[in-house]
């Protein structure tokens, strides 16, 4: 959690279209990813009758960092990052649903506390107040990481992580190559130690250790966990980019860090 959160930093730092950094973040990881695979002799052998779920999971995974980069460069790293934390509340209704498991009604009241740290991010419901469109972006952006988790749960325990998450990164690599190609890419000559660091620690580092955890944890109980990502990337937003967050963000942090620890404690025991 503490190296996927730098992503709101540097998503705020590098100066670049969004696509285009989505586009090299993906790029720069995979290349990362695949020499540490071949390093591990980790098979990239994927079933045939697994390919369009691993295709279906690249793409969600693309579609949630383009949204929640946009929602960071319209916003801060505090309301971009607090506003994606809707995705436990979207886990917790959808995993009973579509992988079968219990549904645990503390599930349901600890996600109710996550929403109601959300409601503190919004201004008001005007769509031209561009916070406001960043908590939008944010939720949407919950939507398909929480779809992407749930069908990753379904195969993490047959492949290796990493072999997951570099087919996830080709295909988003894949996708938004013209883009590196018709849009304005040459930021990338200034931009790429930044641009680096998110595909090392946040992207390669980071997202494979999370989905390894879906091996000892339900996606609900990990998602819920994971909400302490936003209170590390205010921090490091407060440390590197000076972004104070408000009072009403804060309150709203701190509802979302007590499910936090409910949670955790609940799992411990």
């Known amino acids: 959690m503490l190296l996927i959160s730098t992503s709101g930093a540097l998503g705020r730092y590098i100066d670049m279209p969004v696509p285009v950094i989505i586009g090299f973040r993906a790029l720069f990881a995979g290349v990362l990813l695949f020499i540490f695979c071949r390093w591990k002799g980790i098979s990239f052998k994927i079933k045939s009758k697994d390919q369009p779920i691993i295709l279906l999971s690249g793409i969600l995974m693309g579609l949630h960092w383009i949204t929640y980069f946009y929602a960071l460069k319209l916003s801060n790293v505090a309301i971009g990052m607090l506003s994606i934390f809707t995705y436990p509340v979207i886990t917790a209704l959808l995993e009973p649903v579509l992988l079968k498991t219990k549904f645990e009604k503390v599930h349901l009241l600890l996600a109710l506390l996550v929403l109601v740290?959300?409601?503190f991010l919004v201004p008001d419901l005007d769509f031209s107040n561009s916070y406001t469109k960043a908590v939008g972006l944010g939720i949407l952006s919950a939507l398909c990481y929480s779809l992407r988790n749930l069908i990753m749960k379904t195969k993490?325990?047959?492949?290796?992580g990493s072999a997951l998450m570099w087919?996830?990164?080709?295909?988003?690599?894949?996708?938004?190559f013209p883009i590196l190609i018709f849009m304005d890419s040459s930021g990338i000559k200034d931009q790429w130690l930044p641009t680096l660091i998110l595909a090392l620690l946040t992207t390669a580092i980071g997202h494979t250790l999370f989905l390894g955890s879906f091996k000892r944890f339900s996606i609900t109980t990990a998602s819920i966990i994971s909400s302490v990502q936003p209170v590390y990337g205010i921090i490091i937003g407060i440390i590197f980019l000076k972004e104070i967050p408000v009072v009403s963000t804060i309150i709203g942090g701190v509802l979302i860090l007590t499910s936090v620890i409910i949670e955790s404690v609940r799992t411990y025991k």
Not at 156 to 160: D, L
């Open 117 to 119: 740290g959300i409601y």
């Open 156 to 160: 993490i325990t047959n492949y290796n």
């Open 167 to 176: 087919y996830q990164l080709v295909i988003v690599s894949v996708f938004l």
